[in-house]
């Protein structure tokens, strides 16, 4: 890792500007927009009415504005979806130019925490640097068996809390409706996730196998709690055994 490497090439950033930006997302994503401030960024998602994962991305604090760090091959989905949810709203919806998502296993001037998990490393909005370090990153979040992105998650596929939501910081209990919230809570408050999203030795795909990286020698599948075989089990996930 270089100084001149830092950059995240696969991620998109969008602005979300206008009348009451906070308001309008606070009704849509699952986590509460009041934890979003500039030293502190908040995973979230944007679910289906049934709880099940749409996308997922970081929400960061532009002042008056929010920078969406979503997956640029989503990028354009997500606006398209966002934007069915603003009606009447005066609220402008577009991608961001000129600056990128870094990120680096080290602290440096400026970035911060992955929200998620504090071992995942540290991430910060800036210029291009020259570089893409999304292979090395990806390495490292799966080593610490943390999935995200439309591949390992599954679009209306997968239900949030069943993404490791609730341990990764991805979701508020204490905030009011959104898209997905009822069959979350009853979900989180009957202690009914029955599956995980976990990383595993890679070995022959099957119904539950949502990504293979041969290049690590792991994959991504959803396993019921009670059969989780020879998946990692990170600190982060010692509760749910």
């Known amino acids: 890792m270089t100084d001149t490497s830092t950059a995240l090439a696969d991620r998109a950033l969008i602005r979300i500007a206008g009348d009451d930006v906070r308001?309008?997302?606070?009704?849509?994503?699952t986590?509460?927009?009041?934890?979003?401030t500039p030293a502190s960024p908040q995973w979230a998602a944007l679910l289906t009415p049934q709880g099940k994962v749409l996308f997922d991305f970081i929400l960061w604090d532009d002042g008056k504005d929010i920078l969406v760090d979503c997956e640029e091959a989503q990028a354009g989905a997500l606006m398209r979806r966002l934007m069915l949810y603003r009606l009447r709203r005066q609220i402008h919806?577009?991608?961001?130019?000129?600056?990128?998502v870094h990120w680096s296993p080290v602290s440096r001037p400026g970035a911060v925490a992955d929200p998620r998990l504090a071992t995942l490393g540290w991430r910060w909005l800036g210029e291009?640097?020259?570089?893409?370090?999304?292979?090395?990153?990806?390495?490292?979040?799966?080593?610490?068996?943390v999935t995200e992105g439309a591949a390992e998650l599954g679009q209306d596929k997968t239900l949030w809390l069943e993404c490791n939501a609730a341990e990764l910081n991805g979701v508020s209990f204490a905030k009011g409706c959104y898209v997905g919230q009822e069959n979350t809570a009853r979900m989180h408050y009957r202690a009914k996730v029955n599956r995980r999203l976990v990383v595993a030795p890679i070995g022959?795909?099957?119904?539950r196998t949502r990504a293979?990286?041969?290049?690590?020698?792991?994959?991504v599948e959803l396993r019921r709690v009670e059969a989780l075989g020879d998946a990692l089990v990170p600190e982060w996930m010692q509760s749910l055994l």
């Open 212 to 219: 293979r990286y041969p290049e690590l020698g792991l994959m």
């Open 128 to 145: 291009d640097s020259g570089g893409d370090v999304s292979a090395a990153w990806r390495a490292h979040r799966l080593s610490l068996g």
């Open 23 to 29: 308001g309008f997302l606070q009704g849509l994503v």
């Open 31 to 36: 986590q509460d927009m009041g934890l979003v």
């Open 93 to 100: 919806i577009g991608l961001e130019s000129g600056v990128d």
């Open 204 to 207: 022959e795909a099957g119904d």
